[in-house]
């Protein structure tokens, strides 16, 4: 794996100009570069049981496996009753980014899903791989001696983590107890002001 | 009074004394001191004004409101995530409302190498006065130490290292924990609920969602600033100009020079947008065989400050302080994934959580390329390398020295510390960007104060050097990292560019 960072980042020399997220470095770049180059379609992947406001049915689909192997919760993503749509989430989540930020992030999942072809040399993507081969290609990215490999792995764990750990029924299994509003009566201080109408500015009306 | 901007129709221009720039802890000071002597302030905000009820307490609801960035905001290289107030009442709002004073030593720094001769504790200190008596400031008592903050206490009371309580601004607080999300009960006595009132009832006008685009200079001079609603009705966008004597910059670190640069203010020496120190962190986790509950009662009651160098140089040493997060922010800050993770999460109601913070001396940058986004480039030297290290061994075995059973570290795989004195796992570990992952909530400095311009952009009031009519209030004027949170001392000091703006205009 190291060996394929150092090919990556022999790639990557030239100074960036534009710089956010993924482009802050260039290997960022060579990776989104990447990401623009891989097949976008979603035939093989099952659809979605919600109707998705952003994402596809691939990075819905990816989304809920990488909840399972990143925050150890196999069995409890998914559509299901007892469960937590993590896709769903994650996408009503990233929908108010903006569009070259929505851009990137999926361009960072797309060269996730198929970056098993390059890093690992497997013959399947992410999502196509066994349980443990899909560990095995978490820790890569975790360990990798290429920084913006590390921080996609530290962007898809917050993502997850913020689709997974959102929901009240994902709380009592790590003992948390949940907000206080609505539990405890508590009266609160002072009152707040009532924002005036423009006009009311302009006339200096209180 | 505050502008209900969905009620905005039309292109709007107000003439003001004062147009302030930011509602913050320095924005918010400057608009109550000056409308309280008579002057005509519109203050502009680009975020919303949020009533309490907006505050529920759930992390993926607020966290987006009221964080620049929906809470995604970064060095451009991604490797320190950097927090800060975006709604009216900025970083306020989301503080854990510690008001500390600048340290002694600190200001006596400044004096000698920056010629803030009347920064000394002496002179500021009715201003500190002042800002606490405003801001309902007082020393917490031992009562008020949850068992998170009683797990880092203990730890310093066994090993003999200096801690204290900390003074906060909050009114009757009921202790559910919920802070840095905003408080739902209004028990917060921040810009929010004390000064951006008590501005508003003296006849200052509070402008959210509008968005500054420049300031507006005419012969040399600043008049005014223009700008764009964010919100409004029908259809927009439409813009707001404010005509002012003055323009006071309260942005905060990362806004204010954005703003200097985007409107192409003079920057003969290239000042504007150095400096930029961050007080950056990392969070340490300590595994206890009880409930610590991190998340209930007040989130940083006691910080350990043995380990502050503020006598000898600017910059260097660090503090422990109490950390408290909800299952979110823990689920994505604790190391490792998958069953390993799991237990981890599983063992949250056990964990105790601090932040190792640095007093930095490495210095960062704003910059706005032509025409281009902005960069915030900071990458922490080898020094305070070596510093976050040396506080991460001293904090864990200190946690030890407390009763944990295992301290887990804050890089990307899991790494742990479990018996006192044996280090390796630190020692033998390269430092790679974002491994250990670092965050900062006090983003300070590319503004800063000086009496010589050729190192400064504002003088120990906050006027610009180059600009008149320009005046800085916020973190970004402070000369060096400040070692401690520095909400109070923002207040002081917009206290004192206040004054100095009144008795200006009197003489």
Known sequence: MRAHDELLRAFCSTRVGRRRFLQASASGVVLLGIGALLPNGCSRYPKPAVPLQVLNPREYAMLGVLAERLLGVAGLVGAGPEQVDVGRNVDALVAPLDADLRSQLRSALRVFEHGTYLFDLRRKRFTGLPPDQQQQYLAGWMNSTLGVRRTVFRVLKALVSAGFYQEPRSWPAVGYDGPWLGRIAVDPRGAAEDPVPLDDVLAGRR | ?507
């Open chain 2, 1 to 507: 009074m505050i502008l209900a901007t969905e009620t905005v129709d039309r292109d709007v221009v107000l003439t003001a004394d004062v147009c302030i720039v930011g509602s913050g802890a320095g924005g918010a000071t400057v608009a109550r001191e000056l409308s309280a002597r008579g002057r005509s302030v519109v203050v502009i905000e680009e975020g919303p004004y949020l009533d309490r009820g907006r505050f529920t307490q759930r992390e993926a609801a607020t966290v987006p409101l009221l964080y620049s960035q929906l809470g995604l905001r970064a060095v451009t290289d991604a490797t320190v995530m950097i927090f800060h107030g975006a709604a009216v009442g900025g970083s306020t709002v989301v503080s854990d409302c510690v008001c500390e004073r600048l340290p002694p030593g600190l200001l006596s720094q400044w004096s000698e190498r920056f010629g803030l001769k009347g920064l000394s504790p002496a002179k500021l200190a009715p201003f500190f006065e002042r800002a606490e008596a405003r801001a309902h400031v007082r020393p917490l008592l031992p009562t008020d130490i949850n068992a998170n903050n009683a797990a880092l206490k203990t730890g310093a009371e066994r090993l003999g290292i200096r801690h204290r309580l900390v003074a906060h601004n909050r009114i009757d607080c009921v202790g559910c924990g919920y802070c840095g999300l905003g408080c739902a009960y209004d028990r917060k006595a921040d810009a929010r609920t004390v000064d951006i009132p008590a501005a508003s009832r003296a006849g200052a006008v509070i402008v959210p969602d509008c968005r500054v685009e420049r300031v507006v200079v005419e012969q040399g001079r600043a008049t005014g600033v223009s700008g764009h609603f964010l919100r409004s009705r029908g259809a927009g966008p439409h813009t707001l100009g404010v005509r002012a004597r003055a323009v006071v910059l309260a942005g905060g670190a990362i806004g204010s020079p954005i703003l200097w640069l985007r409107s192409q203010l003079p920057n003969t020496h290239r000042q504007v947008g150095r400096h930029l120190h961050l007080l950056p962190q990392v969070v340490v986790a300590a595994e206890f065989a009880d409930e610590i509950a991190c998340w209930k009662g007040i989130p940083q009651a006691v910080v350990v400050d043995q380990f502050l160098d503020l006598d000898r140089r600017v910059g260097g040493g660090y503090c422990f302080a109490p950390f408290s997060a909800h299952p979110i922010a823990v689920a994505a800050l604790l190391p490792g994934f998958g069953s390993a993770q799991r237990a981890l999460m599983q063992a949250y109601p056990r964990l105790a959580l601090a932040t190792v913070r640095l007093h930095d001396r490495t210095a960062g940058r704003v910059e706005l390329d032509p025409g281009g986004p902005l960069t915030i480039s900071y990458h922490l030297s080898e020094a305070d390398r070596a510093t976050v290290l040396d506080g991460m061994r001293r904090l864990a075995d200190l946690y030890l020295a407390a009763g944990a059973t295992r301290v887990v570290l804050p890089y990307n795989a899991l790494v742990e510390v479990t018996r006192r004195g044996d280090f390796r796992a630190i020692d033998e570990r390269p430092w790679h960007a974002n491994d250990p992952l670092l965050s900062s909530y006090h983003p300070q400095g590319t503004l800063r104060m000086g009496t010589d311009p050729k190192r400064s952009v504002v003088n120990e009031y906050g006027r610009a050097h180059e600009v008149p009519g320009v005046f800085v209030a916020d973190a970004s004027v402070f000369p060096s990292s400040t070692a401690v949170p520095p909400q109070l001392a923002v207040m002081a000091l917009a206290q004192r560019t206040a004054a100095y703006m009144a008795d200006t205009w009197k003489a």
